[in-house]
């Protein structure tokens, strides 16, 4: 049970346009269907991304999403075998 924001509630919190951008890859996301799981390890694999700007290590943070994506590949595969 986390917390849940509208629109409106984003904007006035301080997000300003990156509201409608969150708002659009939510709706991207949607026809996906994912689960929690499936959720839970593509927010892991978007924080650990090593090609962020300014990041003095990216090539450990790299090494650090491997297993992430290999899991969410996995998972994925199992999940939906027919797709």
Known sequence: ??????????????FG????LV???ANQLLPLEMDDAETGLLSAICLL????QDLEQAE???VLQEPLLEALKIY???RRPHK
């Open 1 to 14: 049970d986390g917390l849940t924001l509208n629109r409106t509630q984003m904007h006035n919190a301080g």
């Open 17 to 20: 346009p990156l509201t409608d």
């Open 23 to 25: 708002f659009a890859f």
């Open 49 to 52: 991304c090593g090609d962020r």
């Open 60 to 62: 450990k943070v790299d």
């Open 76 to 78: 994925v595969r199992r």
